[in-house]
């Protein structure tokens, strides 16, 4: 896993204080303290798995004892009903972190696989697939990690890793040309700067300034070839804004360089995973 142990264990302490304030009435009422149990993690869904490790760090947490054994790993593809993992410790602790371990993994899972989705519609062109800003809190670089185990590649990660002018920027600055004028002044020799343009007169402007990446936004296929036309491998493209999955390939043959698609990461759908009950099935899974 390439995200930092401490920030992982930062978002689940949190996870697990908002789902157990204090005892867990049903579990530590029902069971005594040394009862034990075998579960596992089934996929119900087919795509690509993220947060294996993170799961299994939950469990960590909650309690002492549960012995964690994956049997895929982040950016697999699994099929429905494919054994992810199997679990053996105390029950009150595999209960209580049920929750938070599937609700991190459905949606890491599902932001993956909705990834690999939209690279393998762009394989054979240049483009790349990218995300977005538009995060949950807390959680990015969770959302920004499931979009590499697809295949897919992050924009900037937050507000200080790269200039980015859009739309009110340019508006408030009076132009493009005066805004990256004023931004060069400023910073260092490792920044790019990115400009979001709306017209191909706006594009020419970019281009004129010395824009390093130019946002095509919300351009439609027939204006993003002549954007790639004019610019001639000046500056980097990206299409951003009301891209489907419809739509996605024809946007990649334009010959832009990257698509940034929001919708990988705020609006996606849980990858559906199970956490059953006793001892896995031995025929199915890794």
Not at 169 to 176: E, K, L, N
Request: with cysteine; proline share 1%.
């Amino acid at each position: 896993m390439e995200l930092l142990r401490s920030y992982v264990d930062e978002v689940i302490l949190r996870a697990l204080h908002e789902d157990i304030t204090g005892l867990d009435v049903t579990s530590d009422f029902l069971l005594d303290e040394a009862h034990e149990s075998d579960a596992y993690l089934m996929a119900k869904d087919e795509g690509v798995l993220c947060g294996m490790e993170i799961a299994a760090r939950v469990f960590a947490l909650v309690g002492e004892g549960v012995t964690f054994t994956a049997k895929a790993k982040d950016g697999d593809r699994v099929k429905y009903g494919e054994i992810l993992a199997v679990m053996h410790g105390p029950t009150r602790t595999l209960l209580k972190g049920e929750r938070t371990a599937l609700n991190l993994l459905q949606h890491l899972s599902g932001i993956a696989t909705e990834t690999r989705r939209c690279v393998d519609i762009v394989a054979g062109t240049k483009a790349s697939i990218a995300d977005t800003r538009k995060c949950m809190a807390g959680i990015r670089a969770m959302q920004k990690y499931a979009v590499r185990c697809g295949g897919g590649k992050n924009h900037r990660f937050n507000l200080s890793d790269g200039a980015m002018l859009k739309d009110n920027h340019i508006d408030a600055c009076g132009g493009i040309l005066p805004a990256i004028t004023q931004l060069r002044e400023h910073i260092g020799h490792m920044m790019r700067i990115e400009v979001e343009v709306r017209t191909l007169d706006e594009l020419r402007e970019a281009l004129e300034a010395r824009a390093d990446i130019i946002m095509l936004d919300n351009m439609d296929c027939e204006t993003m070839k002549e954007a790639v036309r004019i610019t001639d491998g000046a500056a980097k493209l990206e299409a951003s804004g009301g891209i489907t999955h419809d739509t996605l390939r024809a946007v990649a043959e334009t010959g832009v360089d990257i698509i940034s698609i929001g919708a990988l990461t705020h609006s996606v759908r849980a990858f559906d995973i199970s956490m059953k009950w006793g001892a896995a099935p031995e025929h199915k899974g890794a």
